[in-house]
């Protein structure tokens, strides 16, 4: 099968949407509405989900057209509205790591500055959460009571309302506190556990059933949210002047959801209603649906579009509506990193049958200790299950101590992706394709991950990582990714891993160290450079060198290199030290005195927070 360069695909798709300045001045502007919730998957009964009652959502469905292939560009919140608000992928800025705030860079603006400057009125209620700091020009109001209500007569807007309703922390309260929190919903808009769907990597237990119905429960809720701001518009008789978008910010908060880089954690549902006047614009006749592949990068150009306005050349994103729309894209991209105390680095590409995931951190569990969402209660019923040995199969899959460096799934005959094809020689060619997308467009795109993030930061002076990546040499990024490709490749590239420890980039000396973790037992002949690179001038090589020392049974010399770290005046090369000692449980023994020294720390900063959510793990485990 021919190759397509994602390069060229980018090429067309910006040539496609960079066409006349200036916006539309014939008074047809319409009003945008961008209606959102939390953490939450196509769990709706226009999606054919027969266990959802979603009435408003379903009639609007019906009365705009519901896209099958809509996918956020990252599996957690903060990431994925970087690439909202921009057009810009959180990896090409540098947003990517939850609440480890960048600047950002001059050639990247929000979109919603370019709307205001061509007189529309700007709201947002109330979510930012960008991993920037707002730019002062990015809305007339957000706020907990910006609404378009507060703009100029006859000025057309742009709003965006926020429900918090299905988001994880709404989930997970006892069946007693769920009760008075829900008590003006009549009992048959209250789900029965005992007919909650539940997908195969599940448990069927009373616990598990009850938090899936405790989901779609709040889902109900934020149906009602939906119709109450709808019946404004018509109160205010501007729906047949507004568009009207409905999507989630990324998967359910439900394991294997957000955080995961599977359908069921980027998969999402968009809806877009267009009034008769603006029916032009539509891709098809209310009620259809559309099976072209967006994401939320496409946001941004598609709402300058819809209002007439040119776009700008830094949008990595395609208009999928309006008349500057563009080429359908082949593919949608993800990104998994760092999110809260959970240090992880893995990207995906997706066409509109197969995923690719590529795990650059294999030696990890598939689910980390993560402080805040082990309040979960699916999560604690998996981890006591597992403790009891009664998982097995599918079920167990969420518990294994380590990954899959390729995952490859056919979404159209494994919908729930539990069969990985990665290994299948009749997918070869597939996975081949998949791959070189992938690696494609993180070339394309700068992938800043490809640094640690104390590196990524150390490199950018305090400056923009986008600026920074564009330059050559501050950030060779070919030599980076192909010391992170060699990673969960098994022993054959271990002499290639060893002599990665000698480069002259510390990120590929990082990459060689980490990828000997990854081979555990059989990175035993590196100890010399290992225990060299204990002394390396960056942090994130001398911690990666400690973890790999530490489980070839060298703990008298690495432990110290680790506690060390806990010390950095950098408070990500604090974070970490710590994540890898959490990962190293009982070999940390030695040193559990300084972990619970560390732990007192009462830093304020989220670096600090999540510092001492790891520390205190591992010093509740390393106490049982």
């Known amino acids: 099968m021919p190759k397509t360069p994602i390069a060229v695909l980018f090429l067309l798709s910006a040539s496609a949407a960079v066409v006349a300045t200036g916006a539309e001045t014939d008074g047809s502007r319409p009003n945008i509405l961008w209606i959102t919730c939390e953490d939450m998957s196509p769990h709706l009964g226009c999606y054919g989900d027969a266990y959802a009652v979603t009435p408003n959502l379903d009639r609007l469905a019906g009365q705009g057209v519901r896209y099958t292939g809509a996918f956020a560009a990252a599996s957690v919140c903060t ?27 001059a050639a990247v603006r929000c979109f919603t500055e370019y709307l205001r400057e061509a007189g529309y009125y700007c709201s947002n209620n109330v979510k930012e959460d960008y991993n920037f700091a707002t730019p002062p020009g990015a809305w007339d109001e957000s706020s907990g009571v910006a609404h378009w209500r507060n703009g100029k007569p006859e000025q057309p807007f742009f709003s965006v309302f926020n429900f918090t309703t299905t988001h994880q922390g709404q989930i997970r309260y006892s069946k007693e506190q769920f009760e008075r929190i829900n008590a003006q919903l009549p009992p048959e808009e209250r789900h029965d556990p ?59 908060g439900l394991p294997r ?51 007439g306005l040119p776009i700008p050349d830094a949008m990595q994103g395609t208009a999928f509506l309006g008349p500057r729309a563009g080429t359908p894209r082949q593919y949608v991209f993800a990104i998994r990193d760092r999110v809260d105390e959970v240090c992880e680095f893995s990207r995906t590409v997706r066409d509109d049958r197969y995923q690719y995931i590529r795990n650059y951190m294999p030696h990890r569990p598939v689910m980390q200790h993560s402080t805040y969402s082990e309040q979960t209660p699916i999560r604690r019923e ?54 070189d997308a992938l690696r494609a467009w993180m070339v394309e795109t700068r992938d800043t991950g490809l640094l640690p993030e104390a590196e990524m930061h150390a490199r950018a002076q305090n400056g923009s990582p986008y600026d920074m990546t564009r330059r050559a040499d501050a950030f060779p990024l070919t030599r980076i990714l192909d010391a992170a490709e060699r990673i969960g490749k098994g022993p054959a590239e271990f002499e290639k891993l060893r002599g990665l420890l000698a480069d002259s980039d510390p990120a590929v000396r990082y990459w060689g160290a980490t990828g000997l973790a990854a081979l555990g037992g059989e990175a035993r002949g590196a100890q010399a450079e290992l225990t060299l690179a204990l002394r390396d001038g960056s942090p994130n090589v001398r911690i990666a060198a400690a973890e790999v020392l530490c489980t070839l049974g060298h703990e008298k010399d690495a432990l110290p290199v680790l506690v060390g770290a806990l010390q950095d005046a950098d408070p990500r090369v604090r974070l970490h030290a710590a994540a890898v000692l959490v990962a190293l449980g009982e070999k940390a023994r030695d040193v559990l005195p300084q972990i619970q020294e560390a732990a007192a720390d009462r830093g304020q900063d989220n670096h600090a927070l999540y510092t001492r959510w790891a520390l205190e793990h591992a010093v509740e485990s390393l106490a049982q």
């Open 257 to 307: 959801g957000k955080r995961w880089l599977h359908d069921s954690g980027i998969r999402v549902p968009l809806i877009v209603r267009f009034p008769e006047k603006h029916r032009h614009l539509a891709p098809g006749e209310p009620g259809t649906t559309v099976d072209r592949l967006v994401s939320f990068v496409d946001f941004a150009p598609t709402v300058l579009s819809l209002a």
């Open 79 to 105: 990431p994925a509205r970087s690439t909202l608000i921009t057009g810009v992928f959180a990896s090409s800025l540098g947003t990517q790591h939850l609440r480890g705030p960048v600047p950002l860079p």
């Open 382 to 435: 998996l981890r006591r299950l597992a403790a009891e040995g009664e998982l097995e199969g599918s079920q167990a899959w969420l518990m294994r101590p380590t990954k899959a460096a390729e995952e490859l799934y056919d979404t159209q005959n494994d919908p729930n992706e539990i069969c990985n094809l990665a290994d299948s020689p009749e997918h070869r060619e597939i996975l081949e394709r998949m791959r």
């Open 194 to 252: 005992r007919l909650a769907p539940l997908p195969p990597y599940y448990p069927d237990t009373p616990i598990v059933r009850r938090n899936v119905a405790q989901l779609y429960t709040q889902i109900t809720k934020m149906d009602k949210q939906v119709k109450q701001l709808l019946d404004q518009l018509d109160e205010d008789g501007l729906a047949d002047d507004t568009i009207v978008f409905f999507y989630a910010d990324h998967g359910t």
